[in-house]
């Protein structure tokens, strides 16, 4: 049975930090590439970091860099998400995603890349 499970998500003020968690069991901890994706209401899901599980190469939307930070703990299984300065514009659900392959700077914020998904955490940031 493969899973991710997510953490961590809630409501926060502008300029607040939230640290989400993914934890993969099954399948899912033989992925190469793990990361999170989010979806606010209308918009299409968009990447908002990736890590590849060997080597710890990541990448980021243009809209987190330098506030945002993804990492992982292979002894747990868990790739986290530290996220500072939140603003509005960061409001929606965010998910964790794992690829068989690894992340690659061509299609690492495409969904169609990940074979597994996670049900989705709620970031909340209000004004």
């Known amino acids: 049975q493969v899973q991710l499970v997510e953490s961590g998500g809630g409501s926060v003020q502008a300029g607040g930090s939230l640290r989400l968690s993914c934890a993969a069991s099954g399948y899912a901890y033989s992925s190469k590439c793990m990361g999170w994706f989010r979806q606010a209401p209308g918009k299409e899901r968009e990447g908002v970091a990736v890590i590849n599980t060997s080597g710890g190469v990541t990448f980021y939307a243009d809209s987190v860099k330098g506030r945002f930070t993804i990492s992982q703990d292979n002894a747990k299984n868990t790739v986290y998400l530290q996220m500072n300065s939140l603003k509005p514009e960061d409001t929606a659900m965010y998910y964790c995603?794992?690829?068989?392959?690894?992340?690659?700077?061509?299609?690492?914020?495409?969904?169609?890349?990940?074979?597994?998904w996670g049900q989705g955490t709620q970031v909340t940031v209000s004004s």
């Open positions: 995603a794992a690829a068989l392959g690894y992340c690659s700077a061509g299609y690492w914020n495409v969904p169609l890349s990940y074979h597994y």
